[in-house]
């Protein structure tokens, strides 16, 4: 082998090395843009015997980004589930969405909550309480929602097909 030939594959593995090297650092980078929520449904009733129980609702963004916020609801629906009844984590927003093997006692509209934030800087933590009265024996399905906004690269980050990302996270609360 000629010293022209070693040198023509070394440059060809060094190209090799940094194309690799390159894609890796350019997932690593697109990947500090994806947006991460945290959400929480916190539960805690009151120590009378007046069936009501505080809910509290917190979303925290992780990630580096700002995440510009579409909308976020909060559905509360209320059940009786009898002995050896089934309740799903799932939570419907849309009534017709409900599984017709858990039909809530009545159906509430999902209400829109932090109306004023128009988005969630990084490490900021959005925080509220809800009274809620629940009738004795009976369970509230509650569902939190976050819809956002990507932006272009957040967009590229996360592989999302629309400009939309949604978060849910669901609880099951009863005395």
């Given at each position: 082998?000629?010293?022209?030939?070693?040198?023509?594959?070394?440059?060809?593995?060094?190209?090799?090395?940094?194309?690799?090297?390159?894609?890796?650092?350019?997932?690593?980078?697109?990947?500090?843009?994806a947006p991460i929520l945290a959400l929480r449904i916190?539960?805690?009733?009151?120590?009378?015997?007046?069936?009501?129980?505080?809910?509290?609702?917190?979303?925290?963004?992780?990630?580096?980004?700002?995440?510009?916020?579409?909308?976020?609801?909060?559905?509360?629906?209320?059940?009786?589930?009898?002995?050896?009844?089934?309740?799903?984590?799932?939570?419907?927003?849309?009534?017709?969405?409900?599984?017709?093997t858990e039909q809530p006692i009545s159906w509430n509209?999902?209400?829109?909550?932090?109306?004023?934030?128009?988005?969630?800087?990084?490490?900021?933590?959005?925080?509220?309480?809800?009274?809620?009265?629940?009738?004795?024996?009976?369970?509230?399905?509650?569902?939190?929602?976050?819809?956002?906004?990507?932006?272009?690269?957040?967009?590229?980050?996360?592989?999302?097909?629309?400009?939309?990302?949604?978060?849910?996270?669901?609880?099951?609360?009863?005395?």
């Open positions: 082998m000629e010293i022209n030939e070693l040198i023509s594959v070394a440059g060809d593995i060094a190209t090799i090395v940094a194309v690799l090297v390159g894609g890796w650092f350019a997932v690593f980078v697109f990947l500090q843009f916190l539960s805690t009733w009151a120590a009378d015997e007046s069936n009501r129980v505080l809910l509290r609702v917190e979303i925290e963004n992780k990630s580096r980004i700002r995440v510009h916020k579409q909308a976020i609801h909060l559905q509360i629906l209320e059940h009786n589930v009898p002995v050896g009844g089934i309740l799903s984590e799932w939570v419907p927003f849309e009534e017709k969405t409900i599984l017709s509209e999902p209400m829109e909550i932090f109306k004023s934030s128009k988005g969630i800087d990084p490490g900021e933590t959005l925080v509220i309480e809800r009274l809620h009265y629940c009738h004795p024996n009976n369970v509230l399905h509650v569902g939190l929602q976050v819809k956002a906004k990507l932006g272009l690269w957040g967009r590229i980050a996360t592989q999302v097909r629309g400009w939309n990302q949604r978060w849910t996270t669901t609880r099951v609360v009863m005395k």
